[in-house]
């Protein structure tokens, strides 16, 4: 299969030129998002990389909870001009939403993509990979990205502006992420990796974000998407996802009770994808990579659509092509009748 | 004594303590009494107006320039200025001139003000020629990124808009340093900020900000241009961040993984 004829390849290209840009964009549009996009960016690309051409809207939001909204609401003083800098950076997050739906997650963060770069050393490094996790744990693990957008991006942010919580937890989600040791380290920035012993709540967050990027580390080389998992971006994102102009459709026919290619190949472990007879099947944990597209045989079920317009469909003939095309990557012997490794 | 008005007697006993030699006219935040974040991103009271005063300014025009590059005139009152919001987000210039006989001075600090996004980057208002003789901060510090001790600011000098080359600038701390660097070929210069901060705290909180002050002279046609560029400097937060306690964590979480997973596979192991 012609490299720019699979989709994943060209998800791949996208990701890296996306990184760059993200990650050292400044170098071309001005320093340190002097000439940023938005400032809400609907992906993790973290305000604290010197070099980034545009950042994360987790940080604006948590900022203007804790040192706008709470201030307020503790003085007393709520307005339509408090409540103007959040709606500011959600609309503009809305409206680069609308364009690529959750697409963003999958086609575009940072830390999605050196994810998927660890995945793909793990492979050539023939190590045992978890291809799926078990539905049990898959389904402990899904209600924490909510906690996380709850707790970390918004209550416990307006909870520090009212003074209820240490100024520590002015933005808790920036604290432990580990996009932002990542993109600061990608940037040649050493000043992110830390451990802050000025308070106890400082040492705490800092030892969870550096212990947590440690595991990505180790756990992205044998697992898929580990930290997307609980991302509370992935739930930002599925509270509007109904507005976005992407969307994942399928045409349920009986053949998809036998077959389920499409929930094996997900990175994320949606299984709803093989089960649900709805035509739309964006799940809230659904990164929009398209795979499960790329992996069902049959035609025309399963598609990416771009404003109604399907841009990539299932087909028998490209899964034949993208199943020895994987095999191959993987070095598996060529058997490309039937995938069992997606 | 409130933290505001401890901060801002902090700031007044850093101004006085520039020596007369150092102190051309420059720009540094007035004592207030209640904060507004240091006249820099992060402070609370984000709709008060901004405390500032010029330094060995009498006689100065004074102006502040939005971020659409528009000059409105600003009025002191015994050298202090109050900068209200202008509705307009992100960095404004705060800039003094004059002009006495063949000496032409001029002083800028440029101040993050909250409002509507501008839609402008700050590097179109500190490449904007505010003055003949002008310091500029390449790149301005900023939001997350502030100027710190033990760190390199780096400037350049520029006359009528062309860089400045073999110049020599000053830097004049608010904790008594004073060291002089030369420009290099393309205008360029680069100052190390000094450690010069004593009862250093564990913590941001806990360290009032000091400020330097960057001081370029040149004669040109028998006339003589003076120009300042001043800003807030925090202390170095490698005091109470250590990196390799930070590596030494990441190595420990990446333990963490392999456990995680060798677990998992005997799990994996005693189920078939």
């Known amino acids: ?342 | 004594m409130n933290a505001a008005a401890l901060i801002g007697a902090t700031l007044a006993a850093a101004l006085c303590s520039f020596t007369a030699a150092e102190a051309a006219m420059h720009w540094a935040p007035a004592p207030v009494e209640h904060s507004s974040g240091h006249g820099g991103h992060g402070g609370h009271s984000r709709n008060a107006a901004k405390p500032f005063m010029l330094v060995e300014g009498d006689g100065a025009s004074l102006s502040l320039i939005n971020p659409k590059l528009n000059a409105t005139p600003v009025t002191a009152e015994r050298s202090r200025v109050a900068i209200k919001p202008t509705g307009m987000g992100n960095y404004h210039a705060l800039v003094a001139t004059r002009s006495t006989g063949e000496q032409h001075e001029s002083a800028i600090r440029y101040i993050y003000m909250s409002g509507e996004p501008s839609g402008e980057s700050p590097s179109r208002l500190v490449g904007h020629e505010k003055s003949e003789l002008e310091i500029e901060p390449a790149p301005l510090a900023r939001e997350h990124w502030r100027y710190y001790s033990a760190t390199e600011a780096v400037f350049i000098l520029r006359f009528r808009g062309k860089p400045l080359a073999d110049a020599t600038i000053t830097l004049a701390t608010g904790n008594g340093t004073t060291s002089e660097f030369r420009t290099d070929v393309r205008g360029r210069v680069t100052v190390p900020l000094p450690e010069d901060f004593s009862m250093i705290k564990p913590g941001r909180a806990g360290n009032k900000p000091s400020e330097f002050v960057v001081t370029a002279s040149h004669s040109d046609g028998g006339q003589t241009y003076i120009t300042t560029f001043s800003s807030a400097y925090s202390v170095n937060p490698k005091h109470w961040q250590s990196t390799e306690l930070g590596l030494a964590t990441v190595l420990g979480g990446m333990l963490l993984g392999g456990g995680i997973i060798t677990i998992g596979r005997r799990r994996r192991k005693e189920k078939t």
């Not at chain 1, 997900?266 to 739309?280: A, F, L």
């Open chain 1, 1 to 342: 299969m012609p490299f720019w004829k699979n989709l994943s390849v060209i998800r791949k290209i996208v990701q890296l030129l996306a990184f760059v840009f993200l990650v050292y964009g400044s170098v071309v549009v001005g320093f340190y998002s002097a000439d940023k996009l938005s400032g809400a960016f609907p992906i993790l690309s973290c305000a604290y990389d010197a070099k980034t051409a545009d950042y994360c809207v987790l940080i604006p939001l948590q900022h203007q909870f804790g040192h706008r909204l709470g201030p307020a609401l503790s003085a007393g003083m709520f307005s339509l001009s408090v409540m103007l800098p959040i709606l500011t950076t959600l609309g503009t997050f809305f409206i680069l939403f609308v364009v690529l739906n959750k697409a963003f997650c999958g086609w575009l963060c940072p830390l999605g993509f050196f994810q998927e770069v660890l995945g793909m050393i793990g492979q050539k490094l023939r190590l045992n990979r978890v291809e799926s996790l078990d539905p049990k744990l898959v389904d402990r693990i899904r209600p924490v990205k909510w906690l996380m957008l709850g707790f970390l991006v918004l209550l416990l942010p307006l909870a520090s502006g009212l003074g209820f919580v240490a100024p520590e937890l002015g933005d808790p989600f920036c604290k432990i992420c580990p996009s932002r040791i990542l993109t600061s380290l990608a940037a040649g920035q050493l000043n992110q990796l830390y451990i802050d012993t000025s308070s106890a709540g400082y040492m705490a967050l800092s030892i969870i974000a550096d212990t947590m990027f440690g595991l990505i580390l180790v756990l992205s080389l044998t697992m898929r998407q580990p930290f997307c998992r609980i991302c509370p971006m992935l739930a930002l994102h599925a509270v509007f996802k109904k507005v976005g102009l992407v969307k994942l459709s399928k045409k349920y026919t009986p053949r998809c009770d036998k077959c389920g290619l499409c929930s094996k190949a997900c990175p994320m472990d949606i299984r709803e994808i093989h089960t649900s007879k709805e035509t739309d099947i964006l799940f809230p944990d659904c990164t929009l990579c398209g795979r499960c597209v790329e992996f069902c045989p049959d035609e025309d079920v399963m598609a990416l659509k771009y404003a109604m317009i399907p841009v990539f469909v299932s087909s028998p003939k490209y899964f034949k092509a993208r199943n020895l095309a994987q095999r191959i990557w993987e070095g598996k012997k060529v058997a490309p009748r039937r995938m069992k490794d997606a």
